[in-house]
């Protein structure tokens, strides 16, 4: 039995936090199995980041280089990773779950004739063969399975592991040839907002989690949207966090209902929105409702805003609450946060 990982390379050529993360939860996979792995990039060009990595431990380094690889597309992903599956002979293979990677995994499993599992978030090994956790029905319950179809593909989520980290070194990086037919689509560019107006961060410290409670009334009987979005784009420009709200937050313009006009499902922590593992988290006017309190559950150390001492957000699920009126809070915390 072998192990592969792939991973692409950034725009600056080197590999992204979840990527490395992604690398340590292999090498300690291929570890527990007692077998090798080998290491397969692809990018514009792959060699330095194949040698940031160098000691990882991996017996072979297999790289995919050139202008038509430094770019998310389905054609040329899929042609390299299947390339690169074959050209180690991998039973296994693992890769980060990027959006990049997600989206061609299933294919490149079908043109192997193997099988691909996403949001795996455990490998293990028991009696010589490989285990996966991950968690079904919205992350309700976690299973832990095998399976016999080779190879088997594994899309694993951040967080599982510690970032690797290593001495770089020379890989001695074999290149495999490939040759794609003329495409018929084309990277023209990219449009993204300002840096200021990015309110989703997955590397950032702290998850600031917004409730449906922002947009109700106050202690005065007044809506106060216009002030709550004011108070929550501060602090996230100040505090350089993370955003994410309940999905009765992000369902409530459907309704007719007031809202903040930045959050959208992209937002979403829990039930169909994502799962975050961000070192702290801090959740504010939330009502409390279980399916939104799932996504929460991977945050290292949680904190909650609310007037209602019983919120089912905070109790039970928050380390630390802080019973008192949010509005009021945030507006300090920007001030000292100026």
């Given at each position: ?55 990882c ?64 978030t ?52 074999e290149?495999?040839?490939?040759t ?32 449906a ?31 994410g ?31 975050p ?61 100026g």
């Open positions: 039995m072998s192990t592969l990982f792939l991973a692409h390379t950034e725009a600056d050529g080197t590999l992204a936090k979840a990527a490395l993360e992604a690398l340590a939860a292999t090498v300690q996979f291929a570890a527990a199995l007692g077998t090798p792995f080998s290491v397969g990039l692809i990018g514009d060009n792959p060699g330095p980041a194949a040698d940031a990595i160098a000691s431990g991996a017996t072979r380094f297999l790289t995919i280089s050139g202008a038509a690889f430094a770019q998310a597309r389905y054609a040329s992903d899929a042609a390299a990773a299947e390339a690169l599956c074959r050209a180690a002979a991998a039973t296994v293979v693992t890769v980060p779950a990027t959006s990049r990677w997600n989206r061609v995994l299933p294919g490149v499993a079908h043109r192997l004739g193997g099988r691909a599992d996403t949001h795996v455990g490998l293990a090994a028991a009696a010589g063969q490989p285990q996966v956790s991950r968690w079904f029905y919205r992350q309700r319950m976690e299973a832990t399975f095998t399976r016999s179809t080779r190879p088997w593909l594994l899309a694993l989520e951040g967080g599982i592991a510690p970032a690797w980290q290593g001495a770089a070194g020379c890989a001695h990086a290149a495999v040839a490939l794609l037919p003329a495409p018929r689509t084309s990277v023209v560019g990219f449009q993204a907002p300002a840096s200021d107006q990015q309110t989703i961060r997955p590397d950032a410290d702290l998850l600031f989690v917004t409730g409670g922002w947009t109700k009334k106050q202690a005065d009987g007044q809506v106060k949207v216009g002030e709550a979005g004011t108070l929550i784009l501060d602090f996230l420009r100040l505090s350089r966090s993370s955003l709200s309940t999905k009765s937050l992000v369902d409530l313009g459907g309704e007719g209902q007031a809202i903040l006009p930045f959050l959208s499902h992209l937002n979403q922590v829990g039930q169909t929105g994502s799962t593992r961000h070192a702290k988290g801090l959740a504010t006017c939330c009502h409390g409702e279980e399916p939104h309190t799932v996504g929460w559950r991977f945050i290292g150390e949680r904190r909650a805003i609310s007037l209602d001492a019983n919120c089912g957000w905070a109790r039970g699920k928050a380390d630390i609450l802080y019973v008192a009126d949010a509005f009021a809070v945030m507006k300090k915390v920007n001030e000292l946060l």
